[in-house]
């Protein structure tokens, strides 16, 4: 089942002679289960594609579709509501983990249930089923600070999973790693593709990081560009 | 889950130092709302206790207490005689410094007619109430005296018989009541050495008369004691039924005084003596009040934007504003609270170590509390004006 469905999305920043082309005609396609990888180097638009497709950015031009619905045209957002969509359907991971400092590692997981309005024994038991899924219910009640890198960035997944979001959009994930901890991480987002069936949009610039996609865009310049062969045997679209 | 508390539970060292430090400030407000109810109770406790119908002074004046008033001690007979008057008793009252049991003590002295009573100390805590026309004496504990002690004063001795906490002077000072002659003596009794001095000096005057003969001046400078018979009020009780104003008219009109009923003396000294110290501590309470929410923002302010990241990964994941607002605002209003709370507890067990009287109001506490809470709330505009306008995109970095 498709989750998100892209056509000609655009971003221009400025006017003008100050005219940015940040993004131009992407056109892209993730369904449920599916890993895709965004490949780009920085300030390729990596980072601008993931603000416009969780809401955040008001696109210049182009349609969204998100979970059969249309949400963005080129008149603008569709009448919906942007923070309850990001809270209820996306899971966002960071390159830098971003958890919130003063929580522990249970109450960042507990965060976007209790912004849903969960039932405190329902979220306390999704909460410690996702420590365990990470395998880090160990870690549960340790401030971010106490924790490894991978440690936090696997808290991170889970809050990320916390609401059963449909898609989830990481940004450079294993950027802060080191490679063996990065590559459990991707593994780890592998895994929750098949497991979960979460649609998963993972930017990035490491193109070690990818092996196993299911799809691969090379972002350059704000266009996606063909390429004759994935870097990792994956699908490669343009 | 409350992230305000859990925020503060991180970073509790700042928190306790800020609690701490406005705390502090709030033991200096509360202090001063209680200097203010104090200053005001100490300077009427006086008028309130003797509460005659009418305050009798010189005429124009707005004495005794608010302003000096003098007049001869005779004019007391001329006020009971106006209709009306049930009593007119003469009254005295003045600021001493004196040696009392070997060290300086300053407080203010009281003479009244102990036969008439009205102006005289009514609840005696110790001892009894001065019984007899001369050298005995009534004091505020204040005074470091205790009943049967003995205390010199100008040419006397005078014996403690009792003790009463009924009131302090104007200034917050002991009070002691002497019987009115004994007061007037105190205050007008020169010393024999002075009294000779002036004789002579009257002699040598006179000696310039040429119409007077040298035994004459003699006779005459002898026969000019210096006069004691001044008091500073006539306090009036009318008879019941007595119209106040009436009384007061009369006095005014036949006798050239002025007449004041205890509520006026009471207006006059709050309008008056009462009144600079009363705005002194206003401005200064302002002002504290104002470097509290000051410093109340600075560190809700440092706090927000120390997270401000996690605020815009907050907005990112979807928390509504409402979240973000209620945890600045949670933290303005802990810190406020808990500092108000720690200025109580301080205040409310040290109060009683102030020299001056420090009286401590319920209704002035609830006031300032909701005052602090306004401006815990005030406080928090500029955290909650960054965290508003932080970008979710923030949290991707950009």
């Known amino acids: ?98 958890l919130i400092p003063f929580l522990t590692a249970r109450q960042n997981v507990l965060l976007p249930l209790s912004l849903v309005g969960s039932k405190k024994e329902v979220a306390e038991g999704r909460v410690r089923e996702l420590l365990e899924y990470m395998e880090i219910a160990d870690r549960a009640d340790f401030l971010p600070a106490l924790l490894s890198g991978g440690e936090q960035q696997r808290v991170a997944i889970a809050r990320a999973l916390a609401n059963d979001a449909k898609l989830i959009l990481a940004d450079e994930p294993t950027a802060a790693l080191d490679t063996a901890r990065g590559t459990r991480v991707m593994e780890l987002l592998r895994r929750i593709a ?40 994956a699908a490669v679209r343009a | 889950m409350d992230l305000a508390a859990n925020d503060l539970r991180l970073h509790r060292g700042r928190f306790m130092a800020t609690v701490v430090g406005v705390g502090l400030l709030f033991t200096i ?65 003045y600021a001493v410094e004196r040696q009392v049991k070997g060290r300086n003590r300053h407080f203010s002295i009281v003479g009244f007619d102990i036969f008439e009573g009205v102006g005289g100390p009514q609840k005696i805590y110790a001892g009894r109430n001065i019984a007899r026309a001369h050298y005995e004496m009534v004091a505020h504990p204040k005074l470091g005296v205790k009943v049967g002690d003995v205390v010199t004063l100008g040419l006397h001795d005078y014996t403690v018989v009792g003790l009463t906490k009924e009131a302090v002077s104007t200034d917050g000072e002991a009070l002691v009541w002497l019987s009115l002659p004994d007061a007037q003596e105190v205050l007008y009794q020169k010393d024999n050495e002075e009294i000779r001095a002036q004789r002579e000096s009257l002699l040598r005057d006179l000696d310039k008369q040429t119409y007077l003969s040298q035994g004459q001046a003699e006779k005459l400078s002898a026969s000019l004691p210096p006069d004691t018979h001044i008091i ?33 003396e009471v207006q006059l000294m709050l309008q008056g ?48 504003n409402g979240v973000v607002i209620r945890m600045v605002l949670e933290e303005s209003l802990l810190l406020t609270i808990a500092a108000f709370l720690l200025g109580v507890l301080i205040i409310q067990n040290t109060y009683q170590l102030f020299p001056r009287t420090i009286l401590r109001v319920p209704a002035d506490d609830i006031v300032t509390f909701l005052i602090a809470v306004a401006g815990g709330i005030f406080a928090s505009i500029l955290g909650l004006w960054e965290a508003l306008k932080t970008e979710p995109a923030l949290a991707l970095g950009t």
């Open chain 1, 1 to 98: 089942m498709e989750i998100l469905r892209v056509e000609g999305l655009s971003k221009i920043y400025g006017s003008g002679h100050l005219e940015v082309r940040a993004l131009e005609d992407i056109n892209l396609s993730v369904s449920d289960g599916e890993l895709v990888a965004v490949l780009g180097p920085s300030g390729s638009g990596k980072t601008t594609l993931l603000l416009c497709i969780s809401l955040i950015l008001d696109p210049t031009g182009g349609t969204i579709i998100f979970d059969g619905r249309s949400i963005f045209q080129k008149d603008g957002w569709t009448g919906v509501d942007i923070r309850r969509m990001r809270r209820e359907k996306i899971g966002f991971i960071f390159q830098s983990h971003n």
């Open chain 2, 273 to 320: 003596r009462l009144s600079s110290m009363s705005k002194q501590l206003l401005l200064f309470r302002t002002l504290l009040l104002i470097i509290s929410v000051v410093v109340l923002s600075l560190v809700v302010y440092t706090f927000t934007m120390e997270k401000i990241r996690s605020i815009a990964v907050m907005k990112l994941i979807g928390a509504p």
């Open chain 1, 194 to 233: 098949k497991e979960r069936r979460a649609a998963i949009i993972v930017v990035t610039h490491d193109v070690r990081m990818i092996e196993g996609f299911d799809h691969v865009y090379h972002l350059k310049d704000g266009r996606f560009v063909r390429e004759a062969e994935g870097p990792t045997g």
């Open chain 2, 29 to 93: 407000v509360l202090a001063m709302n209680g200097l203010y109810r104090g200053n005001i109770q100490e300077g009427l406790a006086l008028i309130r206790s003797v509460n005659p119908d009418l305050w009798v002074v010189e005429r124009y004046r707005g004495g005794p207490f608010n302003e000096q008033s003098t007049m001869p001690e005779a004019y007391h007979y001329n006020v009971k005689a106006i209709s009306g008057v049930e009593r007119a008793s003469p009254f005295i009252y």
């Open chain 2, 232 to 264: 500073n009020a006539v306090l009036v009780r009318l008879t019941p039924g007595a119209d106040h104003a009436e009384a007061a008219g009369e006095i005014k009109n036949w006798l050239y005084l002025s007449a004041f009923t205890t509520g006026e």
